[in-house]
Every structure is written in structure tokens, then in C-alpha cells.
């Protein structure tokens, strides 16, 4: 198997594993959180994340990968950085409308667009923007109902928008600046991700449910429910950072707007959730939005390996040429006049 199909299956791998645990996490929360009301989303979230930095380390003591120390500097910002996103999202929603809460993850692709082009130098093509457009309508139809806007909610969502962006940039830019792996990464970055959220989710929580955390009734279902929270969101963690480090910020929402169709989907089909022919009409939509997306991003990225191709190509039969000539010029200097003996006529 050449290099090339195994980076192919490695990301087919990584987009399974997170649209698998995505939606699995969602449909284990909403579980958790509708019918047996434990409704503290940020501290579930950083549970999940403190849980995926011990099972990281366990991994490590077994050599399952490699430590690979970088910037701190750059490490703490990063955690922190996520930290504050996951909180300003859960904010936005609690500030909002649920329809206005969809529009806020509707606006991230554009805006990662937007700055990776503005602080990158990135390009997008004519097509991938057609199909981002696409598939951004879809899922505008399927989900997007009230839109009710107050100040508060639209500078939350705003700070939202921002943070999750340059964080998900950061996240691809870092793998590759200081050539770590995502799992490298992600535990580096955990203990501050999840300190943030540990030190903020219990008042954040209580901001919008009016509820403590530490004050609620832990059953035995309760507890065993965010136990499997907590194990599948290693696999969700994990997924993100394996995802975005390998294709990109923008790959990485779509492959989130497909999760939020699937799960739109399933929960028709398993919980019975009210479908209206809306929803329909934005799922399909989305899904012609995410096939033409797949296919230029197919194209271009073959276009640009057969370019790639053809320079180094160039290059070797530049170097050939060159060294032929050499070596011709090399015979030449050899070629020396005949001498003439002084004791001949």
C-alpha cells in the first residue's frame, strides 16, 4: 500500500470515528440531559475533558505514543483558548434562541474562511464555495426556526464564533508548525482545556439553570449515564484533533453540519421526534451541499498531487541534464591536445 492510499484511509478512518462518537455523544446526552435532567453542560464537558487526559496518560505509560514537549507558551494559550470557546458556545445558547444558537454554527465556516484567507493565504476555489454555500442553506432549512435577537446573545455569539475558529485553525496550524501527532496534542492541551472549564463550568452552569451542579442528585443511572459520556467523549476529543490536523478547520465544520443531519435523522427515527417536511427538504439539501463539496476537494486535491508530480519530475530531469552535462564537460577537460616529443623531427 503506497503512501498516498494510506493517508486516504487514515482519513477516512478519522472522519468514521468522529461522525460514530459524535453522534453517539449527543444521543447519550440528550438521554442524560432530557430524561434524566442533569442539565450542567459545561461541567459534563469538562469532565470529558479531564477524563480524556488521564486516559491519554495511561496510554503513555504503556507507550502507546511518544511525548513530544513544544512551546508552552503556545500549549497554554491553545488549552485556555478552546476552554473559553466550549464556554462562550454553551453561553450563546443559553442567551439565545435555539434557531439564532443554529445560525451562530452556521456563521463559523465563513468566518474560518474568512481568516484563513485574510492571515494565511488561503484559497478557496469557486466551486468548494458554491458547495460550502450549499450545504450551509441545507442546514440553515433543517434547523434554523425562531430567530429571536437580544445584545447580550449576539456579542456572546460573536466572541463564540470568533474563539471557535481561531482555535480550530490553531489546531491544524500547530500539528504542522511543530510536527506533533493530534494525540501528542491533545494531551498536552487537555489540563488546560479542562482546568478552564473546571474552574468556570460550575458558575457558568448555574448562570443558566439556576441549578448547582454539586447540589444535584447523583443516582446510580445518572452517575453510570456520564460515565459513558465521559468514555465516548475520548473518542470524540480525539477524532477532532485527528480530523482537523489531517484535512482542515473548514472540512472538519462540515463533517459537523453532516453529524447535526444524522442526528436530526436518528432522532426521528429512534426517539420520534416531531420532522416536518422542512427538515427533510434542509437534510437533502445539506447532502448534495456535502457530496459536491467531497468531490471538488477530490478533484482539486488530485489536480494538486498531479501538479506536485509533474515539478518533482522537472526537478529530477533538470538535476539528470545537468549532471549529463557535467560529466560531458568533465570528458572534455579530459581530452588534452598530443604532446610532442622534443626528440622527434
Not at 466551486?127 to 441545507?138: A, D, H, K, N, T
Not at 504542522?176 to 482545556?193: E, R
Not at 486535491?301 to 545537468?322: C, F
Amino acid at each position: 500500500m503506497g503512501e498516498g492510499e494510506k493517508l486516504q484511509l487514515g482519513t477516512v478512518g478519522a472522519l468514521s470515528l468522529s461522525v460514530v462518537s459524535s453522534v453517539s455523544i449527543v444521543i447519550c446526552n440528550k438521554a442524560l440531559m432530557s430524561s434524566l435532567h442533569f442539565i450542567f453542560a459545561t461541567t459534563l464537558t469538562s469532565w470529558h475533558l479531564l477524563v480524556t487526559f488521564c486516559s491519554l496518560h495511561v496510554a503513555l505509560k504503556l507507550r502507546f505514543f511518544e511525548h513530544k514537549p513544544f512551546e508552552r507558551k503556545a500549549v497554554m494559550g491553545f488549552g485556555i483558548l478552546n476552554g473559553i470557546s466550549i464556554g462562550l458556545l454553551n453561553l450563546s445558547l443559553g442567551f439565545n434562541s435555539v434557531g439564532f444558537y443554529q445560525m451562530t454554527k452556521l456563521a463559523i465556516i465563513p468566518c474560518t474562511i474568512l481568516l484563513e484567507i485574510l492571515f494565511l493565504g488561503k484559497k478557496f476555489s469557486k466551486r468548494v464555495q458554491f458547495s460550502l454555500s450549499i450545504l450551509l442553506l441545507g442546514v440553515g432549512i433543517a434547523t434554523v426556526t425562531d430567530l429571536q435577537l437580544n445584545a447580550l446573545g449576539s456579542f456572546l455569539s460573536f466572541l463564540a464564533v470568533i474563539t471557535t475558529c481561531v482555535s480550530q485553525i490553531m489546531t491544524n496550524t500547530i500539528q504542522k508548525k511543530f510536527k506533533v501527532s493530534s494525540t501528542q496534542l491533545l494531551y498536552q492541551t487537555c489540563p488546560y482545556q479542562s482546568a478552564t472549564l473546571l474552574f468556570f463550568g460550575p458558575y457558568l452552569d448555574k448562570l443558566l439553570t439556576n441549578l448547582n451542579v454539586f447540589a444535584f442528585k447523583y443516582t446510580t443511572q445518572v452517575t453510570m449515564v456520564i460515565v459513558l459520556s465521559c468514555m465516548i467523549s475520548i473518542a470524540v476529543n480525539f477524532s477532532t484533533f485527528l480530523v482537523i490536523g489531517k484535512t482542515s478547520p473548514v472540512t472538519y465544520q462540515v463533517l459537523g453540519h453532516l453529524k447535526t443531519c444524522l442526528v436530526l435523522a436518528f432522532g426521528y427515527i429512534i426517539v420520534h421526534d416531531p420532522f416536518s417536511w422542512r427538515n427533510i427538504l434542509g437534510i437533502l439539501v445539506a447532502m448534495v451541499g456535502m457530496i459536491l463539496y467531497s468531490y471538488y476537494c477530490a478533484t482539486e486535491g488530485q489536480q494538486k498531487a498531479a501538479e506536485a508530480a509533474a515539478q518533482a519530475s522537472q526537478a529530477r530531469e533538470g538535476e539528470s541534464e545537468t549532471l549529463i552535462n557535467v560529466e560531458n564537460a568533465s570528458t572534455v577537460l579530459n581530452k588534452r591536445p598530443p604532446v610532442w616529443s622534443k626528440e622527434k623531427d
